[in-house]
């Protein structure tokens, strides 16, 4: 016997489906693919962050409001010219097929960015969705699923309890499958094949950090500081600084006898953007830190801890003491001075993900890039964009990895030649 298995049918109503039954439906479903940017698709995601930038309700929540930014008309036609600008020639692109999404727990919003992207690459999708589904991801799959255009799209959203069977069944069926989680989860997942010639996009764990100039943060102005604190409030706070992308350190480029006042003032200001919004720590959580930013202290790890508030603790890092990002969460921050941007090449390996930056050159940014891009990061942005998701992610070009390419070569062939 498998777990039971659901099939959503919106508006919070599930029908159960027999497992034999839902690879068959998906296996139907699958053939209903489309060409990449179906005019029919691009209209419908459209119209559905559409809605959802009208209702004040959902716009309050930050992740369904960057969503919709991210899949509004304007927005979509962009990504269609840059798509398109890049097939090589004599190329048009249609949808692998079955697209299998697994979505991660920390973040709970994350998926609906692989999903909106497979439909508009042309893919059917089956998804199987949180066992706790957010109140805000229920209300953008019923506004997608009520409309009639998108029986076209042939998606499929399922429930079902962690299952092996169920997994390597649906694994089977799949043409391209999206693993978002931790690595015990990508690891599981690699054990069941795909269908013949489909391919696996794992996303395992990441850490994120920032690197800052200490002079440019000592320079700025009260208003400038507000601004920038607001903006990392965004990178550190949101999905409990558990993403993958947010900040768990700050390297400061420059040195705590001249910068540190710069830091502190920042810092501060950050805890005071965290009291104004609606950033609650829970009690427990606050001890959590206090706890582990007491254990740095004793190992060694941290030389000073300030513990603003029940927001915020930053624990400075001891100058000798080896790198370690401790994922702790909730607004724990780290804090290495460094003399240039340069020495972030030793620490940064194969599981770091994005680097977000204040006050640093382009070209010191290309250099690092340069350098260190072989060890790993995947994408560098300005501080405040942390968790704006991006076609690129994860060292992936998502629009190119979900499509398949048919090529029509405009060479004459040379005449035949008689013997």
């Not at 029919?40 to 716009?59: F, G, H, P, Q």
């Not at 992740?63 to 890049?86: G, I, N, P, Y």
């Not at 500081?225 to 480029?253: W, Y």
């Not at 194969?350 to 891009?373: C, K, M, N, P």
Request: proline share 5%; glycine share 6%; net charge neutral.
């Amino acid at each position: 016997m498998t777990a039971p298995i659901s099939l959503y049918c919106g508006n919070n109503c599930r029908t159960p489906i027999a497992l034999d039954e839902l690879v068959a439906l998906a296996e139907r479903r699958r053939v209903m693919r489309r060409k990449a940017f179906d005019e029919k698709r691009l209209r419908l995601i459209a119209a559905v962050a559409d809605d959802l930038l009208k209702d004040k309700s959902m716009t309050a929540e930050p992740q369904v409001r960057v969503f919709a930014f991210w899949t509004r008309k304007a927005a979509l036609l962009s990504m269609q010219r840059d798509f398109e600008a890049r097939l090589p020639q004599g190329c048009q692109a249609f949808g692998r097929g079955l697209a299998f999404h697994l979505p991660p727990t920390n973040v709970d919003t994350l998926f609906l960015y692989s999903w909106a992207v497979a439909c508009l690459t042309g893919n059917a999708s089956l998804v199987r969705l949180p066992s706790q589904m957010p109140t805000i991801v229920q209300r953008v799959i019923d506004n997608y699923l009520w409309r009639a255009e998108a029986q076209d799209c042939a998606d499929l959203f399922v429930s079902y309890p962690v299952d092996d069977a169920v997994s390597a069944a649906l694994s089977a069926v799949a043409d391209v499958r999206l693993v978002w989680g931790g690595d015990a989860k990508v690891a599981l997942f690699h054990g069941w094949p795909v269908r013949l010639g489909g391919k696996t996009l794992a996303f395992p764990d990441r850490r994120s950090f920032a690197v800052l100039s200490g002079d440019a943060l000592t320079r700025l102005e009260p208003a400038g500081r507000t601004s920038l604190a607001q903006r990392m409030h965004r990178d550190v706070f949101v999905f409990d600084q558990m993403a993958c992308a947010s900040p768990q350190a700050l390297f400061v480029v420059g040195d705590p006898a001249h910068h540190q006042a710069g830091v502190a003032a920042f810092l501060k200001a950050l805890d005071a953007v965290a009291h104004s919004g609606d950033s609650q720590v829970a009690p427990a959580h606050a001890i959590h830190k206090f706890v582990q930013s007491c254990e740095m202290a004793v190992v060694g790890e941290a030389d000073r801890i300030d513990r603003l508030s029940a927001n915020l603790t930053v624990a400075y890092a001891a100058p000798a003491a080896t790198y370690r990002v401790r994922r702790i969460g909730g607004g724990f921050l780290t804090v290495r001075y460094i003399a240039s941007i340069g020495d972030l090449v030793d620490h940064i390996e194969a599981r770091d993900q994005t680097v977000t930056h204040f006050g640093i050159g382009e070209d010191e940014l290309a250099s690092l890039i340069d350098r260190a891009g072989a060890r790993g990061m995947s994408r560098l942005v300005p501080v405040g964009l942390a968790l704006n998701f991006d076609t690129v992610w994860d060292g992936y070009n998502l629009l190119g990895e979900l499509v398949r390419l048919v090529r029509l070569h405009s060479e004459k062939p040379e005449p035949l030649k008689s013997c």
